[in-house]
């Protein structure tokens, strides 16, 4: 009985390890919280002339059916922009399709935005809903009016809500009944 809590106990908590994908990564935000960033232009997701992960940088996770997402983004540095999308930048969609801050580019699938011409620092996407299970990237860089060269940093807020998974229920079902059995034995 032992062996079977332990089994349940090490699939539950091994669930929902984020995971890294190659490409043009900045970083991964599947656990959620708070990170730090730094783009190099002022304008490059405004203008949507980004041709690298320095000028607007690309999080990663992986997102179920279901899990739904907010986003925020603070800087005391310039006005900044939000665009989400279902799919993995990658350098040549940069290079040859073209950056694009409200729409599909590459084979990345534009999900949501923010507003480029009423955008104000505090920018935010709130309760994103997932339509299907697999790898998104969030887009964020300066939306300032005038073009400058510089290091702008920002933190990004990224607060998940997940759904289960189908199997991650079932385990915790074996693991309920595995207690409730114990239960009776012990009276």
């Given at each position: 009985?032992?062996?079977?809590?332990?089994?349940?106990?090490?699939?539950?908590?091994?669930?929902?390890?984020?995971?890294?994908?190659?490409g043009l990564i900045y970083g991964d935000v599947g656990a959620g919280g708070n990170f730090a960033g730094i783009v190099t232009s002022s304008n490059a997701w405004i203008t949507?002339?980004?041709?690298?992960?320095?000028?607007?940088?690309?999080?990663?996770?992986?997102?179920?059916?279901?899990?739904?997402?907010?986003?925020?983004?603070?800087?005391?540095?310039?006005?900044?922009?939000?665009?989400?999308?279902?799919?993995?930048?990658?350098?040549?969609?940069?290079?040859?399709?073209?950056?694009?801050?409200?729409?599909?580019?590459?084979?990345?699938?534009?999900?949501?935005?923010?507003?480029?011409?009423?955008?104000?620092?505090?920018?935010?996407?709130?309760?994103?809903?997932?339509?299907?299970?697999?790898?998104?990237?969030?887009?964020?860089?300066?939306?300032?009016?005038?073009?400058?060269?510089?290091?702008?940093?920002?933190?990004?807020?990224?607060?998940?809500?997940?759904?289960?998974?189908?199997?991650?229920?079932?385990?915790?079902?074996?693991?309920?009944?595995?207690?409730?059995?114990?239960?009776?034995?012990?009276?």
């Amino acid at each position: 009985m032992k062996t079977l809590i332990s089994m349940v106990a090490v699939l539950a908590a091994t669930t929902f390890v984020p995971v890294a994908h190659a490409g043009l990564i900045y970083g991964d935000v599947g656990a959620g919280g708070n990170f730090a960033g730094i783009v190099t232009s002022s304008n490059a997701w405004i203008t949507s002339s980004a041709i690298d992960g320095d000028m607007v940088n690309f999080w990663t996770f992986d997102a179920n059916a279901g899990d739904s997402l907010s986003l925020f983004v603070t800087s005391p540095a310039i006005e900044f922009g939000l665009s989400l999308y279902q799919g993995i930048v990658d350098q040549t969609e940069l290079l040859f399709s073209g950056f694009n801050n409200a729409g599909d580019f590459g084979d990345n699938l534009f999900l949501a935005g923010t507003n480029p011409v009423t955008g104000a620092i505090g920018t935010s996407l709130l309760d994103i809903l997932f339509p299907i299970t697999g790898v998104y990237t969030i887009a964020v860089g300066g939306e300032q009016g005038l073009s400058y060269d510089g290091q702008f940093a920002y933190n990004l807020r990224a607060d998940f809500t997940r759904v289960p998974e189908p199997a991650t229920l079932g385990v915790m079902a074996i693991g309920m009944i595995a207690l409730f059995g114990m239960r009776r034995r012990v009276r």
